[in-house]
């Protein structure tokens, strides 16, 4: 009786604190509720990090129907070879980007030989076969091919990276190291064919995973660095007198620290962008994805490859930027009900705000459709829980990052950009704990306070803390938009995900919905649910750094 006193008082007290224009102290616990009251603090004096306008990408991949990971094939009918062009929702769920930028390529992008005019030998795709490296043998990849797809993404409105081939002319010695430069000849004629036919391509990358030790095969730094400078001189060559040409990009691999160091060095002039590629959840066949997407030391340690990279190219000065080129968390296609899930947009969110907080400029997703890690059903084509993740980031996340930290626990996770669209700051707050709603605030230090916190809205006393603090109601600018994922019932594995309570999905017409936010004062703390993702637009929170 007296403990529910207690709590019934405690919960007043809150409210009134809540209320009141009293510094709320970081962190209240100790008792058995479980409220979390706490801080974001968005450092507004400076940017720390720009993105590309359009940070989200997405990939297609070349894996025919029988690839298969763990006795199940995941891959359907969703190659570059074979994916339905005429699908009413896949127009529909790139069209709602516009533009969605598209990354070809994947492991087999290296064993793709392209149709050339006067070829002698049928253009026959990928069969498998497990004597070849990567399970299949070359594949050709026919030109009527890259005319519907250039097509469909002109419709769609994409932007296009492909993938070449890097292992053309090369040898492969017994310890999986390519012997011999790259014979970009093949290369060259797709470009040719590509740039007659009046197609916009973004970027041209060369290779998959070759990098660092390789997945299968790898390619020295040094002999990389000299068949990019081929590639720079090609496209140089073949789009003189354009005044857009396309990127540069390689190497698409993992991240090693040395290699990636060499690399960089040597192409100052031919490299415009350096891909890394992502999978730190581990293999699609562990039970423990879950747990690790949970675990906020874990996902802190994602942080590392970013990091790192960002150092090479700073201490390097090259003129080269950071991309995610490929990034699909579990690799081996991923897991079934966990990659396809809600639970994944924990994961999937985090690593695109990290990302940006170490000044990635792009961040490719494995994948738009194909394996169990698609952003589209593979089956169905319907949306799975990330694809309104990455559109509502795309729509809400503009390109400037903003240093942000939330004090109290390390299981609110808490990013900040500029606004895309308009005035103020967007912010996404993710909840990775099952019993702790966390009431979070959002204050934001300027460059004349002498580091102490101070209110950045129009109706600033002084010594009040909290952009978020009482003021007149009715004046404009005293609310706040406020869009929050949760999982169906509850259910991480879902497939399905509610915006502000309610089930998002097609309409009856294949059409992806309009996504609106909730509007709440700025008197009310956000209050961001047990597993789950909060966007919130405040116009009213105007920072040097984002004008
Ligand atoms: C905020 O950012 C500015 C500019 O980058 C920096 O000088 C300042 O130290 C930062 N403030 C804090 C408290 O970190
Ligand atoms: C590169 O490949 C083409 C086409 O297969 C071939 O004709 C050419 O001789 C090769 N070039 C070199 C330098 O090996
Ligand atoms: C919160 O959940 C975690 C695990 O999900 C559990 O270990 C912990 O005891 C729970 N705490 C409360 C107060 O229920
Ligand atoms: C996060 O979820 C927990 C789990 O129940 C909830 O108690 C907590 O308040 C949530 N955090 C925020 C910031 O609302
Ligand atoms: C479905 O959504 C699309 C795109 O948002 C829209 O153009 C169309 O009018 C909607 N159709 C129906 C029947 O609501």
């Keep these: 009786m007296s403990f529910l006193f207690k709590l019934l008082f405690l919960c007043f007290w809150l409210y009134w604190l809540n209320q009141g224009s009293f510094f709320v102290t970081s962190q209240r616990r100790g008792w058995s509720g479980n409220v979390i009251s706490g801080t974001v603090v968005i450092n507004g004096t400076a940017s720390i990090g720009k993105t590309d306008d359009n940070f989200i990408c997405a990939t297609l991949d070349w894996w025919p129907p029988e690839k298969c990971d763990y006795g199940t094939c995941s891959w359907g009918r969703a190659s570059l070879l074979n994916l339905d062009l005429a699908n009413p929702i896949l127009l529909n ?15 087999l992008q290296d064993n793709v030989i ?7 030998n049928h253009c ?16 050709c990849f026919p030109m009527s091919r890259w005319d519907e797809l250039n097509i469909f993404f002109k419709k769609a409105g994409a932007m296009v990276v492909f993938g070449l081939n890097a292992l053309s002319g090369r040898t ?5 190291s390519a012997i011999g ?14 740039v007659n036919k009046g197609y916009t391509i973004y970027g041209w990358e060369l290779g998959n995973e070759l990098c660092g030790s390789g997945v299968g095969v790898r390619v020295s730094a040094d002999q990389y660095a000299s068949d990019l400078n081929s590639l720079q001189n090609i496209v140089q060559n073949i789009y003189r007198g354009f005044e857009v040409k396309p990127l540069v990009i390689a190497p698409g691999g993992f991240f090693d620290a040395n290699w990636f160091a060499e690399f960089v060095k040597e192409t100052p002039k031919s490299l415009q962008v350096v891909t890394q590629h992502i999978y730190n959840l581990g293999a699609g066949n562990d039970n423990q994805l879950i747990n690790k997407i949970l675990d906020p030391s874990y996902l802190d ?17 090259t003129s080269a930027v950071a991309w995610v080129g490929e990034a699909g968390g579990a690799y081996n296609s991923g897991q079934n009900l966990v990659s396809n899930s809600f639970v994944y947009s924990l994961w999937y969110l985090d690593q695109l ?98 580091g102490g916190l101070r209110l950045q809205q129009e109706d600033q006393t002084p010594r009040i803390n909290f952009a978020t603090m009482p003021g007149n109601s009715k004046r404009n600018g005293n609310t706040r938009e406020e869009y929050h994922l949760t999982a169906k019932d509850g ?38 649910a047990p597993f789950s993702v909060v966007f919130s637009h405040i116009p009213s929170i105007q920072i040097p750094a984002c004008k």
Excluded at 93 to 107: E, H, V, Y
Excluded at 172 to 176: A, L, R
Excluded at 413 to 427: E, M, N, T, V
């Design 491 to 528: 259910n991480l594995h879902s497939q399905i995900v509610l915006l502000n309570g309610k089930v998002l999905g097609l309409n009856s017409s294949g059409g992806i919905p309009s996504m609106d936010p909730v509007k709440r004062s700025m008197l009310d703390p956000i209050s961001v």
């Design 301 to 317: 340690g994602g942080n590392q490859p970013f990091r790192d990279l960002q150092a090479i190219l700073k201490n390097s000065g």
């Design 114 to 120: 392209y149709e050339t005019k006067g070829d002698k």
């Design 124 to 139: 026959a795709p990928f069969t498998k076969s497990s004597s070849e490296m990567f399970g299949f043998s070359k594949g």
């Design 181 to 194: 430069a790259w014979n970009s000849s093949n290369a060259e004629s797709l470009i040719r064919y590509t």
């Design 172 to 176: 492969i010695g017994p310890d999986g």
């Design 353 to 450: 705000g990290m990302a940006s907080s170490y000044d990635t400029k792009t961040y490719c997703r494995q994948t738009l459709i194909g394996g169990n890690y698609g952003l589209l059903d593979t089956a169905t084509f319907v949306p799975h829980p990330d694809y309104y993740s990455a559109l509502l980031w795309h729509r809400l996340m503009g390109s400037k990052v903003l240093s942000t930290s939330f004090s109290g626990t390390r299981n609110l996770r808490a990013y900040a950009h500029c606004s895309k669209q308009s005035q103020g700051i967007a912010l996404l707050l993710i909840n990775l704990s099952a019993n702790t709603t966390f009431q979070v605030r959002v204050s934001t230090e300027s460059p004349a306070s002498n």
């Design 93 to 107: 769920a790139l069209k709602a980007f516009s533009p969605l930028k598209i990354r070809m390529g994947g492991t």
